[in-house]
């Protein structure tokens, strides 16, 4: 299959939570970490969320550094949810922003393609969108290096299809407990033969934090 190189950023607790019970976030892991953070999304051609966390968080997806390129940020929106009024369609001008959505719902995105959004109506199978399809879209559009982002459900989605080749974890000294929103969705794994293995190549302290780089096992 014709894709990208594909990263997984993960910025958790100690036992692997992004938010809180109530969704409070902000923030988990130190600035020093999520100034490293912003330079991972600089070395990857694209970078990727979903739909909930487009919605949710209402991100800008930039690196927020100066001199350095964005890189192209796309989102998986079976249900086609980006509203016209946030952050990325109302900047898809400055930077470029691709959706991926149900073919069902190709003529609801006229009025984000005039703001310069660019729609792609993909195949749709019981799990979602068919990643693969998608993945090769962007590499025939030039992105060769694709950093997941978020949430937990598109992370699973990726993890289980085996198609996540390096991890960035970001951990902080924190427990935020079973009630916490996980990093990482619900996977159904029947045994532990099916489950994605990584090794781990570094890792290093990032003030209060740890930031472990681990890479599939193939």
């Given at each position: 299959?014709?894709?990208?190189?594909?990263?997984?950023?993960?910025?958790?607790?100690?036992?692997?939570?992004?938010a809180l019970a109530?969704?409070?976030?902000?923030?988990?892991?130190?600035?020093?970490?999520?100034?490293?953070?912003?330079?991972?999304?600089?070395?990857?051609?694209?970078?990727?969320?979903?739909?909930?966390?487009?919605?949710?968080?209402?991100?800008?997806?930039?690196?927020?550094?100066?001199?350095?390129?964005?890189?192209?940020?796309?989102?998986?929106?079976?249900?086609?949810?980006?509203?016209?009024?946030?952050?990325?369609?109302?900047?898809?001008?400055?930077?470029?922003?691709?959706?991926?959505?149900?073919?069902a719902l190709k003529?609801?995105?006229?009025?984000?393609?005039?703001?310069?959004?660019?729609?792609?109506?993909?195949?749709?199978?019981?799990?979602?969108?068919?990643?693969?399809?998608?993945?090769?879209?962007?590499?025939?559009?030039?992105?060769?290096?694709?950093?997941?982002?978020?949430?937990?459900?598109?992370?699973?989605?990726?993890l289980k299809a085996?198609?996540?080749?390096?991890?960035?974890?970001?951990?902080?000294?924190?427990?935020?407990?079973?009630?916490?929103?996980?990093?990482?969705?619900?996977?159904?794994?029947?045994?532990?033969?099916?489950?994605?293995?990584?090794?781990?190549?570094?890792?290093?302290?990032?003030?209060?934090?740890?930031?472990?780089?681990?890479?599939?096992?193939?």
């Amino acid at each position: 299959m014709n894709r990208p190189f594909i990263s997984l950023k993960l910025a958790t607790s100690l036992d692997g939570k992004i938010a809180l019970a109530n969704g409070q976030s902000k923030w988990i892991t130190s600035e020093v970490s999520r100034a490293k953070g912003r330079e991972l999304r600089a070395e990857h051609d694209g970078i990727c969320i979903g739909s909930n966390t487009a919605v949710l968080d209402n991100p800008q997806l930039t690196t927020r550094i100066e001199g350095q390129n964005n890189p192209m940020r796309i989102i998986f929106d079976s249900r086609l949810r980006l509203s016209a009024g946030s952050i990325l369609a109302q900047t898809a001008g400055e930077v470029p922003v691709i959706v991926f959505c149900n073919q069902a719902l190709k003529t609801g995105s006229n009025l984000l393609k005039s703001m310069g959004v660019r729609v792609f109506a993909v195949p749709h199978h019981s799990e979602g969108l068919d990643l693969n399809y998608c993945l090769n879209v962007l590499a025939d559009i030039g992105v060769s290096s694709l950093l997941v982002e978020g949430g937990g459900t598109l992370a699973a989605s990726f993890l289980k299809a085996d198609l996540i080749d390096r991890i960035h974890w970001f951990r902080a000294p924190v427990i935020l407990g079973g009630d916490g929103l996980n990093c990482i969705g619900d996977m159904a794994f029947m045994s532990l033969d099916n489950t994605p293995r990584y090794a781990r190549k570094s890792l290093e302290i990032v003030e209060t934090d740890s930031y472990e780089i681990l890479e599939r096992v193939n």
